[in-house]
């Protein structure tokens, strides 16, 4: 244990000095000063994941994105689709026909308008692969995209699809430049995406940090920011810091103004040393575990609802996440998703004897000498394989760790794998023989999420969302009835009926909360967290003197 501990103090101490040669922070303690507005400066943020590319289908890219590139709508604080790039919207009585009226002299920063057809062609280029994620979203129910004039959008859809606003909030959705995307290379667009954004990509050092400079033309913020024209900051150095020690030691330092995932152990201390601290539970999936349905031990009900009784998932959590790290009993959405579900949070409850019961109706009766229960000599051993500070950070392994414990006490044998970045990504651990209990979360601003994660999936259509490997035809139209319901209360009703049967039938259990947080110097002002998927925002930040 010493030695770890003397590990993490010199990996943290070689770090905060990394970051003070590559740039230093505008504050240097806890002190305000005046409080008045200081013009310019560099905000140092020390993010915990490096992505592929700005932008893209993961929510740490959107993070990323979201400095640099305008949607269509914004959400406010309630949850309710407000002007973005687009001024108005409508949509036609039979649901089919959105129309988008969008803001008039807003230009990319490379110079070209802001037009319906640039905007059209956006949603082309994610359907055919530009961004998986908005791709999935938009599955199903986008037909085609086309401009009326230069600045009237119209998006024709297949069936209803009465959110199709709120869901076009989410970075994912970020609008670029058509010029750009036609005529610079896949590796430009990567690195330095053309928007119409408060940011522009700076330079992007790879393994380090990337700089983002302000666009002093800047005229397009959302309905629900603090100001308008430029952001007042000069520029933001977004450091990579994957290590949570180091990124707390640089901001107590002085090294970074602002860092992101906030470890809960020292989520007290920051707030009595006087820094802002700011928590988003992000709606949509939470941080869940899914069981493979279609091999293993877990294509039977009653394992999956012994594994299920088997955890005090709330003791585990709280222990782990000192009461900053929510506790989450539904496996579908999270409690800040509309339509939740209190019902299929408590569908199960910790209950070992009941655990062990289910176990011997299924035929696992017996145990070897290591406590691991057998049937036909096979030992009841399940793998769980986890993206490790991707999907999963330091805390989730320690909760993940927490569930092994508790599930071996029942005769489970689980064994978890901490797979990296890259790998994780690759697609390797994602067909039905590469495991059996899947962990992780998906990001949403409504409980439409159940579609991406539930939709039956076929050789024609696969559908790589469904970690459970589950097609059935009721819970997939209890789903489609939900999305397109006109009113949201009936939208909520049949989103409740999915995320019960989910809960019955245990293909998913809830563990916490999915946290977007952040720590923020309190010489650093005006710095909030968007309210699709809790991303930092910087246009509004400001230091003071």
Known sequence: MRARVLRSTLVATLSIAALALSGCAAADSTSAGSGQRVEGGTIVYAHQQEPACVFGGWIEQAYLSYQVLDSLTSLDAHGKAVPWLATSWKQSPDGLTWTFDLKKGVKFTDGT??????????????????????????DGYYKSAQAVDDHTLQINLLKPYPRLADNLSQGYFGIQSEHALTTRSKAQNCEAPIGTGAFIVQKWNRGQDIV?????????????????????????????VADPTTRVAALQGGQADAIYDVPAVQWSTLKAAGYDLEKYVTPGRPQQLSFNTAKGPFTDELVRQAFAYSLNRKQIVDTIGHGVIPYEGNGSVSQ??????????????????KADSLLDQAGWSQKNSQGVREKNGQTLTVTLPYGAGSIINADGAAILQGIKEQASKVGFDVKLVPVPQSEFFSGKYSTPDSYDISAGYWTAVTAGILYINWRPSTTDDPNYANSAFYNDDTLAQFILDGNSAQDVATQNADYQKAQDYIAQHALSIGVYDRLSTLAVSPKLKGVWQEHAQGGPTFYDAYFVG
Do not use: E, M
């Open 212 to 240: 983002l400079v302000r666009n002093k033309n800047y005229t397009s913020p959302p309905a629900n920011a603090r100001h308008k024209g430029p952001a007042y900051v000069d520029k933001i150095d977004w450091k990579f």
């Open 336 to 353: 800040a998703t509309p339509g939740y579900s209190t019902k299929a949070a408590d569908w199960y409850g910790y209950d070992p004897k």
């Open 113 to 138: 308008p802001l037009t319906a057809a640039a905007v059209a062609y956006n949603f082309d280029y994610w359907v055919k692969g530009g961004n998986s994620t908005a791709s999935v979203w938009l």
